[in-house]
C-alpha cells in the first residue's frame, strides 16, 4: 500500500457517515477537511438519544458521540462548520470553493482536494401535508422530535402540558412506502426507533399504554425475535395506519382508523401521538449531484459510491435509507474505495 | 511477493490470515492482494472459486491463535499435520449453515417442498406445469424473517409468476422490505400477479400427504376461507452458526453473540471488529445474509485491516502490567481479559500490550493486587481524593467514578449545556467502570467521602464486554461488608448510562446527592 501522507480528501456532511469517513481516513494519515453546513458535528444522529431500558437496545446512537471526539481530536482533521460547497472545478483534482459563514457575513476560498466524499444525510419527511394535524395539534410530534426529547430531557414530555403522556400513539410509515407520494421505499429506520421508544417509556413509566398502527413491523438488531416477543406483550399493535387524526378534550388527539380485526371502523383516544416520518432524498442532493457530476437514482438519492472514477463518492444516508450500524459500515466500506482510488492516483 | 506496506515500528507479521472462502472472503483477499498484503486462506473445504495462485490452506483449520496485533502466531492443523503460521491481522468470513425450516410448518423436503435457494436457482419439481401449477413460498410464517430472504422470495417469486406463468402466493406475517429497492421490487411482483397474504393474529394450516400439500388460510381482510393445493413450496432458509463456528471460536477466544455467530452483539465492534483487536468478523461470521451486506463487510474488513496493519488503530494510553513477584499464577487475569491480551508463558501469565486496551479489569480483579494499572492505582487514587477533600470546605464530600467512555463524555455535555458540578463532588475519570476495586472505593470513604457514584456503560454496551457488571459485583462486595458494620448500603452506587446521555448524566448525579445528603456527613 503506498503512503498517503500529503492526500487532501474533502468529506462534505458531518453526521454519522461523514464521521466515519473523516476519522477512519484520517488515521491512515489523509488529510481530511470536514465541511459541515451547521455549526455542530454529529449530524441528525446527534440529536437521537439513548433509549437502553434495562441493556443496551443497540440503535447506535452513542456511537456518534464517541465519532465527534475521535474527529476533534486528530490532528489530520480540519474541521469547517457552518460551511457548504459552492462550485466545484475540474482541474487535476477538484478544486471546491468552500463558503464559510461568520459574524460578518461570509468567506469563499477555493481549495484543491485529490478526492471528495459526499456525507450529505438525508431530509425528513415533512407531515404537515397529511391528514394527522402536526403542527395544529400540539401532541402530535415527529419520531424525530421524539429522539429529541428523550437526549435533551431524558424524559418524555406532552409539547401542550409537558407532563408525561398516558396513552401514547406511534403511526409508522408517514411519507414511506407511500405510492400517492411517489415515496417507494422503507424507511428502514423507524420500526426500530419507534419501539425501542415506545419501550424506553414503558421502562421508565410502565403505566403508560402504547398503541402502535403499523404495516409490517420491520426487523432490526440481532435478538429481534426476543424484542419482538417482548412488544407485542407490551404494546399494543394495530395493523393499520389510522385515516385521519381529529382533535379530543385536554389537547388529546382522537384516531380514527379501520380495525382489521373487527373490520369496523374504529376509534381510539391518546394523548400524544408521534409520527414516524421517512428519510427523503437530501434537499441539496440534486445540486450536489450535479456540481459533482454523481448520478442519482430515481427516487434522488445518490449512488452509492458516487462517481468512484472520477474521485466523487457518496455514502450514508444520502444514498438511502439507513441505520446508524449500516452507515457505519457503508463509510468504512467507501474509505477502502477511496484509499483503493488514491493508491492508483 | 514484496510488499510496500507501510509496517508499524516492530511489527513482524505483514500479512492477512482469512479464514472460509466464500464471496466475501474472496473479496476482502482481492482488495488486500491489490495493495500487494500478502494473503493466506485457510478454508476448510476445497480452495473452489479462489483465485488461481492465491495462497490457501485447503482442508485446514486453525485450532489455536496466540499473540496480538501484527503479531499472531496460528496453530493449524492440515491433513493430520500439525503447523504454525504467522499473521498480522486475521479475519473470519465462514460460511454458517442455511438450514430449510420446513420442520417449523411440520413439512419434509421431497421434490414439491424445497429449500427457498433451490427455487431461486430455478430448480423446479418436472411436475409444475406453465399456466396451471401453484406456487407457495412460506416465508417468515415460523420466525420473523429479514430483508435478504425477502429479496430472494420476492425474486424467486417474480420469476415464477412472470416467465413460468405459475399462480404464486407469498404467505408471511411483516414483510421485511426495509432493504434498498425492495418495496419497488414488492410492487413489481404483485403487477406480475404475485399475491402476498399477510397473517397477523391467524396463522395459515399446513397438511402434507404422500399426494399432495394443502395450505388452508381465512384472508384476515376479507374473512375468507381459502385453501391451496401448491404444487411445490418454498421454504425459507435460516443462518445459524456452523458446527465450525464453536471450533473457531474456542481456538480465537472470540466473544460470540446469542446465536453463536462470531461477533458480540454490542454497538461497539459494529461492523468488522472482535474482542480481539487485530481479528476481525465479516459477513457470514457476523450472522449477515445477502450479497449486498457481504460486500460492505469486505470492504470495511480491508479497510479495517489496512488500518492496523499499518499500525494506525487507536490505542490505549495505558497498559496493564503484571508483577511477577507477587503473581501467584492464579490466573484470574487471563480469564477476566475480554481481550485476550494475557498469555501464559511457561506458567506464567504476561500482558501482551499490542492486545491490551487498558481497561483495567484485570488490575482490579486481581486477589493478589500483583497487576499494575498506571496511573490509576488504588493507592495514586486515594491520595488523590484526599488531596480533594482537604480543598473543599463542604460538610458533605461525594466521589464519582466515571467510565471514560460513557460517562465523561456525558459529564463533557452536560458542562457544556450550563450544568454546574454538586461543589461537594469530586469526579475520577476512569478508563472503564470495571478498572475500579473494592480498594479505589474504600479510599475513597476513608478519605471522609459520605457516598461514592461509579456510572458505567449499559449492559451490553461496554467496550471491555463486562466492566460495569463487574463493578456491580464489587460494589455490592462492598454492600455487603456495610450491612455487616452497620452502614448504610447505599452510599455506594452504581448507575450505568450512554455517551449521549448528558441530561441522563444530571440526573443520576442529582439523585445520588440528594440520597446521600438524606445520610448526611459520616461519622469522624
Keep these: 500500500m503506498k503512503n498517503l501522507a500529503g492526500k487532501r480528501i ?140 428523550i437526549r435533551r ?47 424506553w417509556v414503558i421502562s421508565r413509566r410502565p403505566d403508560t399504554e ?56 374504529a376509534e381510539m383516544v391518546f394523548d400524544m401521538v408521534v409520527l414516524s416520518i421517512g428519510i427523503t432524498p437530501g434537499r441539496e442532493n440534486g445540486g450536489l449531484a450535479s456540481m459533482f457530476g454523481v448520478p442519482a437514482n430515481g427516487d434522488g438519492f445518490l449512488a452509492e459510491n458516487g462517481n468512484g472514477t472520477d474521485g466523487v463518492f457518496a455514502a450514508g444516508a444520502a444514498c438511502g435509507p439507513m441505520s446508524i450500524p449500516d452507515a457505519i459500515q457503508n463509510a468504512n466500506n467507501i474509505v477502502q474505495n477511496v484509499v483503493q482510488y488514491l493508491e492508483k492516483g | 511477493m514484496a510488499t510496500d506496506l507501510e509496517l508499524k515500528d516492530g511489527g513482524v507479521a505483514d500479512n492477512v490470515v482469512i479464514i472460509g472462502g466464500n464471496a466475501c472472503a474472496r473479496q476482502i483477499g482481492e482488495k488486500m492482494e491489490a495493495r500487494n498484503v500478502p494473503v493466506v486462506y485457510i478454508i476448510r473445504e476445497t480452495a473452489a472459486g ?76 418436472d411436475t409444475v406445469r406453465p399456466g396451471e401449477s401453484v406456487a407457495v413460498f412460506l416465508h417468515g410464517l415460523a420466525r420473523e424473517s429479514n430483508p435478504a430472504t425477502t429479496r430472494t422470495v420476492m425474486n424467486s417469486a417474480l420469476t415464477l409468476a412472470r416467465d413460468k406463468d405459475l399462480k404464486t402466493y407469498v404467505l408471511t406475517r411483516n414483510l421485511k422490505v426495509a432493504g434498498n429497492g425492495l418495496e419497488k421490487l414488492y410492487r413489481s411482483a404483485r403487477e406480475a400477479g404475485v399475491v402476498f397474504v399477510k397473517f397477523t393474529w391467524t396463522a395459515p394450516e399446513i397438511r402434507c400427504s404422500h399426494q ?127 481481550y485476550r491480551a494475557v498469555r501464559i508463558d511457561i506458567a506464567r501469565p504476561r500482558v501482551i500490550p499490542e492486545a491490551c486496551a ?20 488504588p493507592s495514586a487514587v486515594s491520595a488523590g481524593i484526599v488531596d480533594a477533600r482537604l480543598e473543599r470546605s463542604e460538610e458533605l464530600f461525594t466521589v464519582a467514578f466515571l467510565c471514560g467512555r460513557s460517562a465523561v463524555p456525558a459529564r463533557e455535555q452536560a458542562f457544556r449545556n450550563g450544568w454546574n458540578a454538586p461543589p461537594g463532588l469530586f469526579m475520577i475519570d476512569v478508563p472503564c467502570a470495571g478498572s475500579i476495586s473494592v480498594n479505589h472505593l474504600l479510599g475513597a470513604f476513608q478519605a471522609g467521602a459520605g457516598g461514592v457514584l461509579v456510572i458505567g456503560c449499559h449492559p451490553d454496551n461496554c467496550h471491555s464486554e463486562n466492566g460495569t457488571l463487574h463493578a456491580k459485583s464489587r460494589i455490592k462486595e462492598l454492600q455487603n461488608i456495610f450491612d455487616k458494620i452497620d452502614h448504610p448500603r447505599d452510599r455506594v452506587v452504581s448507575a450505568s448510562l450512554a455517551a449521549n446521555m448528558d441530561a441522563g448524566f444530571v440526573r443520576i448525579v442529582e439523585e445520588f ?9 459520616p461519622d469522624k
Design chain 1, 210 to 265: 402504547i398503541t402502535f398502527f403499523y404495516i409490517d413491523v420491520q426487523t432490526f438488531g440481532k435478538d429481534f425475535e426476543l424484542f419482538y416477543q417482548t412488544v407485542r406483550d407490551e404494546i399494543k399493535m394495530i395493523r393499520m395506519l389510522p385515516g385521519d387524526l381529529y382533535p379530543a378534550p385536554a389537547d388529546g388527539i382522537k384516531a380514527v382508523f379501520f380495525d382489521p380485526e373487527s373490520r369496523k371502523e
Design chain 2, 513 to 521: 446527592e440528594n440520597r446521600i445528603a438524606g445520610f448526611g456527613a
Design chain 2, 358 to 377: 487498558g481497561c483495567g479489569v484485570c488490575a482490579a480483579e486481581c486477589p493478589r493486587e500483583a497487576i499494575r494499572f498506571n496511573p490509576y492505582e
Design chain 2, 50 to 125: 479462489i483465485q488461481p495462485g492465491a495462497n490457501v490452506l485447503e482442508k485446514a483449520g486453525v485450532t489455536d491463535c496466540r499473540g496480538g496485533v501484527g503479531d499472531f502466531t496460528l496453530s493449524v492443523r492440515q491433513n493430520g499435520k500439525r503447523f504454525t503460521q504467522r499473521a498480522g491481522a486475521v479475519v473470519i468470513a465462514e460460511n454458517g449453515d442455511l438450514r430449510p425450516d420446513h420442520e417449523a410448518y411440520g413439512l419434509d423436503l421431497s421434490p414439491r417442498v424445497r429449500p427457498l435457494s433451490e427455487i431461486a436457482n430455478g430448480d423446479l419439481p
Design chain 1, 10 to 149: 474533502a468529506v462534505i456532511g458531518a453526521g454519522v457517515a461523514g464521521l466515519s469517513a473523516a476519522k477512519d481516513l484520517a488515521r491512515l494519515g489523509v488529510d481530511v477537511t470536514l465541511v459541515e453546513k451547521s455549526d455542530t458535528l454529529g449530524g441528525r444522529a446527534a440529536g437521537y438519544g439513548c433509549k437502553a431500558t434495562e441493556r443496551c437496545v443497540k440503535c447506535g446512537a452513542c456511537m456518534v458521540v464517541e465519532a465527534v471526539r475521535e474527529v476533534e481530536a486528530s490532528p489530520a482533521v480540519e474541521i469547517r462548520l457552518s460551511s457548504a460547497v459552492r462550485a466545484v472545478k475540474r482541474n487535476g483534482g477538484h478544486l471546491l470553493t468552500i463558503e464559510t459563514k461568520n459574524d460578518s457575513g461570509a468567506e469563499s476560498a477555493e481549495e484543491r482536494f485529490d478526492a471528495v466524499v459526499l456525507a450529505t444525510g438525508f431530509s425528513p419527511y415533512d407531515p404537515s401535508e397529511k391528514p394527522y394535524g402536526y403542527k395544529i395539534f400540539p401532541n402530535v410530534v415527529t419520531n424525530l422530535e421524539l429522539e429529541a426529547m
Design chain 2, 212 to 338: 399432495e400439500i394443502q395450505v388452508s388460510f381465512t384472508d384476515e381482510a376479507t374473512g375468507v376461507l381459502f385453501t391451496l393445493t401448491p404444487d411445490v413450496a418454498a421454504v425459507d432458509e435460516i443462518l445459524a452458526p456452523s458446527p465450525a463456528f464453536k471450533q473457531i471460536q474456542a481456538a480465537f477466544k472470540l466473544r460470540t453473540d446469542s446465536a453463536g455467530f462470531l461477533q458480540a452483539d454490542n454497538v461497539h465492534r459494529f461492523p468488522v471488529e472482535t474482542n480481539r483487536k487485530g481479528i476481525f468478523a465479516a459477513g457470514p461470521a457476523r450472522g449477515l445474509l445477502g450479497e449486498h451486506a457481504w460486500t460492505a463487510d469486505a470492504g470495511a474488513a480491508a479497510e479495517a485491516l489496512t488500518t492496523v496493519l499499518q499500525g494506525k488503530a487507536p490505542d490505549s494510553a495505558h497498559k496493564a502490567e503484571i508483577n511477577r513477584n507477587q503473581c501467584v499464577r492464579c490466573l484470574t487475569c487471563y480469564r477476566v481479559c475480554t
Design chain 1, 153 to 199: 430531557l431524558d424524559r418524555v414530555a406532552r409539547p401542550s402540558d409537558g407532563e408525561a403522556p398516558k396513552q401514547m400513539a406511534f403511526i409508522q410509515c408517514v411519507g414511506s412506502r407511500d405510492g400517492k407520494l411517489g415515496h417507494l421505499w422503507c424507511s428502514q429506520v423507524c420500526c426500530g426507533s419507534a419501539l425501542r421508544m415506545a419501550r
